[in-house]
């Protein structure tokens, strides 16, 4: 089965500045996608970023990068230069296997707080 | 409209009563899931849809019933609501060889 941790409930980041929400996994499968999803106050769910488990070099999306680190199974979102409109939930997630449908298995989020 | 959509944004109802929440996606995408999301757990899989007239469970289908009759539309149902089921609902939709889902805006369920 798989598995994804958050243990960050919170986090306040000032504005202009870097900051990395932590995400690790636990899975049996070779082949794995891990995303991050933003939620903002409003409730809708908004992709950022993919990365494959094969995928060579850590997927960039603008401000957003993700630090992969396969064999300590991390996933760690980076947000540079963060923006008072970056607050909001981030949720990591990791694609499931076909007899899941490839339904996505979330983490519990983390709520991060831009301050200016 | 293009994309995925899903009606009633909001809906009060009471404990025992059938409500039915709809999801409909204008991709043709062969998957279609139902999440729900609760405070402290983040989002949760019902049930899911790989093609039309076919579904599986996922996490936490007990008290739900799916159907997909038609690829654009993937209504839940709860059949008889309980206090429990209070949550936001997303539906999501994605073609097998797109690693992306695609979420509607949720629904907002009350169970009173």
């Known amino acids: 089965a798989q598995k994804i941790t958050q243990t960050q409930p919170g986090m306040f980041v000032q504005e202009k500045e870097a900051v990395t929400l932590d995400c690790t996994y636990d899975?049996?499968?070779?082949?794995?996608?891990l995303f991050w999803y933003k939620q903002p106050s409003s409730g809708e769910m908004i992709f950022l970023i993919y990365?494959?488990?094969?995928?060579?070099q850590n997927a960039t999306e603008g401000r957003y990068s993700l630090n992969f680190q396969k064999a300590r199974k991390s996933a760690n979102l980076v947000i540079s230069a963060s923006q008072l409109g970056d607050s909001a939930m981030y949720f990591c997630?990791?694609?499931?296997?076909?007899?899941?449908?490839?339904?996505?298995?979330f983490g519990k989020g983390t709520s991060l707080l831009v301050t200016p | 409209d293009a994309g995925i959509t899903q009606s009633p944004r909001y809906k009060i109802t009471e404990t025992g009563r059938q409500v039915t929440l709809m999801c409909h996606q204008t991709w043709s995408h062969s998957y279609m899931f139902w999440y729900r999301q609760d405070l402290g757990h983040g989002l949760r899989l019902i049930y899911y849809s790989a093609a039309a007239d076919i579904t599986d469970k996922g996490e936490v289908p007990d008290g739900y019933v799916v159907s997909r009759s038609k690829t654009e539309n993937f209504p839940l149902t709860l059949e008889s609501a309980t206090r429990s089921q209070t949550s936001v609902y997303f539906c999501?939709?994605?073609?097998?060889?797109?690693?992306?889902?695609?979420f509607g805006p949720g629904t907002r369920l009350t169970v009173t």
């Open positions: 899975t049996s499968d070779q082949s794995y996608g």
């Open positions: 990365q494959g488990s094969y995928d060579e």
């Open positions: 997630a990791m694609r499931g296997a076909r007899n899941s449908g490839y339904a996505l298995n």
């Open positions: 999501a939709s994605s073609e097998v060889q797109s690693y992306e889902q695609y």
